[in-house]
């Protein structure tokens, strides 16, 4: 987790910003300031990462060193799919960010976004040897959208990124064992609503475990739960995401800066 390693930073004069990456560094500044709000968050360590449109795959992380309320759309840092910067930054990238974030953005196509936390609840259930209980709301709607990826140490070798993208196929929750929580998507909103949905599913779990015995759900109304889910439906994600970051607006707009 604190580990890093600076790579070479490519001719910043080759790379002019278009307009879809300042755009892309706004709604990822404000993504780390709605996690900041939400208190998901650990000192300077995980990320946020998103893909800037275009033929390459280069992508968006947040500079090593600094909290997620630090975070603006200028300080953000570009990187492509080796983890050289492409844009001279004060801030190194963090490694194991980069093997985590590159394995999933280099090989899903879809994952524009993604998110990785360490919430005491998320850890708590990435330890648990059965996992992620589907016995209460939030788990009801990601019943079958879940993927498990053991750990195997701080995730700074390269090696392990073919066996994180096989783990996960194609399930956009991800429990990384042992470790934290993690959800992929082809936006921001998208990611968001799946993390927020397996963190909720978390608390509930843990929650329960101390109260008593779940309640189970049967297995057709599990089915149904997620079909009727509104976590794939873009609409409401978009609406979602756009409620938090109006609250973060009013709180302090400088991630725009």
Known sequence: MSIYREKAVRPAQQLPMSEAERKARVELAACYRVFDMLGWTELIFNHITLRV???EVRFLINPFGLHYREI????LVLIDIEGHP???????????????????HGAIERAHCVMHTHTTTG???????????????YGAMLHGLVAYHEFEGITVDPGEKGRLVRDIGDKPAVI???????????S?????????????????????????????IRPEVLRQTVRESSIAEKRTCDDVFAAMVRLVEAKDPSYRD
Do not use: M, Y
């Open 86 to 104: 492409l844009r001279e930054s004060r801030w190194p990238v963090n490694q194991a960010g980069f093997v985590i974030h590159s394995a999933i």
């Open 72 to 75: 603006t759309a200028s300080n």
């Open 176 to 186: 990384l064992r042992n470790h934290g929580l993690l959800a992929w998507g082809p």
């Open 53 to 55: 449109p275009g033929p």
């Open 188 to 216: 921001v909103p998208e990611a968001f609503q799946v993390l927020w949905t397996l963190q909720r599913a978390c608390d509930l779990q843990i929650a329960t475990s101390a109260a008593g015995a779940p309640n189970p």
């Open 123 to 137: 850890c708590a259930v990435a330890g648990l040897k059965d996992g992620l209980s589907h016995d209460n709301f």
